[in-house]
């Protein structure tokens, strides 16, 4: 799949894990076209919206549910003509 093996490109080590995920986003809607790019942004500041850098049970299951619901809005604009 090209955006794993994108994100394992752009991701090095010691960068810290915001900056790996906003590097991330920004390559995937930068690769999408030029009238679902500003989509794709949207998507994904839906998907860390009140989602806290912390791993207690509660925002692991928000963040869990946002990529979910993430998934199924980006498949739905983005599947190919």
Same mark, same amino acid.
């Given at each position: 799949? @090209? @955006?794993?093996?994108? /994100?394992? =490109?752009?991701?090095? @080590? $010691?960068? $810290?894990?915001?900056?790996? %995920? +906003?590097? /991330?986003? *920004?390559?995937?809607?930068?690769? #999408? $076209?030029?009238?679902? #790019?500003?989509?794709? &942004? +949207?998507? %994904?500041? !839906?998907?860390? !919206?009140?989602?806290?850098?912390? =791993?207690?049970?509660? *925002?692991?299951?928000? /963040? #869990? *549910?946002?990529?979910?619901? %993430?998934?199924?809005?980006? !498949?739905? %604009? &983005? !599947?190919?003509?």
């Amino acid at each position: 799949m @090209l @955006l794993r093996s994108s /994100f394992y =490109l752009t991701c090095r @080590l $010691p960068s $810290p894990p915001v900056q790996c %995920f +906003e590097e /991330f986003r *920004n390559e995937v809607v930068a690769m #999408q $076209p030029a009238d679902l #790019q500003g989509r794709m &942004a +949207e998507e %994904f500041g !839906k998907l860390m !919206k009140d989602v806290h850098r912390t =791993l207690d049970a509660v *925002n692991r299951d928000r /963040f #869990q *549910n946002r990529v979910t619901i %993430f998934r199924v809005a980006v !498949k739905e %604009f &983005a !599947k190919p003509p």
